[in-house]
């Protein structure tokens, strides 16, 4: 679980680095294709949140599962 | 079938992301340069068209420079070079229409194939003359074509990223009925003080407050690609920005008491005081004063040419899918609250 989570961020981290020290080349690129790009960088950032959503909920789950655990 | 709402909004969401990206733009105009003339001259002017096939049909191919709601000229050649680029040759007449020194004018090009297609202030004409007279300006439009296939508008400026409204504003419109739900259970509990309504409003603010900052974030990076930085300040992004911290004080205000009751309580009105404020903060505000937001300020609504009926198809489907699925991710999050909440009575009664 730990895991997974420093790999997402990790990962988010070295995108940002790389969008910030790029930032004229990622600027050519968003805008090339009649900016197309921009829409699937929504829908990507539309995806993580969900994927974030979905972590959120299943530490809940686990907390009670461990609390199931120790009483039951 | 009782989960027929959860397969209808994932239907609508597949459907909204296939054909808000497999759906064409229109063919549009994507620039025009040199953007500098004067009067009495003779002017051509370099054309590049998106999505255009200007090689298919030369000899149907007219173009104007529009001056006004009133003033045109006519094109007296048009040379195509290819698919995408047209040289377009003007004699712009010896005065301006109008008393101003500089006016802009648009460029019109209409074919059979490709429609019309415009592009706004692509140059600006110097009246070398001073005089004024409407000599050699008549408004020849006539007979304009219209693209035969289904298409999104093309918009100088939004390009492609017009298909962020399939994804964008959902967000926002799936929020608004999302705190709506949640503000209605927290009527409910103060009605019944049963905790089961108070646990189905905490669950549905989360997931408002989840689609919330999702459309702060992606109307960032909307807004870098059009209106050239992440944050302008421009007031709907600071009033939705004010929002969703009224809806983290809810969060924090919930779980800062001991009692459980107490706080379902207090959460409770406090949320239905939030839900109050948000028409405020995203709709009446941003309309006192100037924003880049269409349909706020001094800007006009999205409709007419920015939301035709080929967007509306996808849009309205978008904002159904996107809020059952918001409210599918709700019922799962008050379930596992609800699970907590039986095995807690549990070991109290043992």
Redesign the interface.
Known sequence: MKEIISCIFTFLFLLTQNLLFAQSSHDQFMRSNGKIYVVIGVLISIFIGLVLFMIFMERRLKKLEKELNENG | MKHWWKILGIFLMIYS?VAG?GIP?KPGI?DASPSKANTGEQFTMNAVG?LTQFDKTPDDLRAWLKVGNDFAIAANSIGVKNESTLNVSFQIPNNLPTKDRVVDASLIIDSKKNGYAIFPSAVFITNTTQQTSPEGWNNSIADMHEFKSMAFPYRNI????I??LF??VP?WFGMMIIFLISAINSGRFLMTKNQKFDHKASAYAS?GT?FG??GL??GA??A???WGAYWSWDIKQNMSAIAMLVYLAYFVLRNSFEESEQSARIGAVYNIFAFVTLPMLLFVIPRLTDSLHPGNGGNPGFGGEDLDNNMRMVFYPAIIGFTLFGAW?AT??YR??D??QR?EDR?FYE
């Open positions: 992301i990206i733009l994507y998106y939004l390009q492609e990223t298909r962020n994804y964008h967000l997931v989840l900052i999702l974030v992606t990076i909307w870098k690609h059009t991710m799962i999050l596992i609250e699970v907590k095995i070991a």
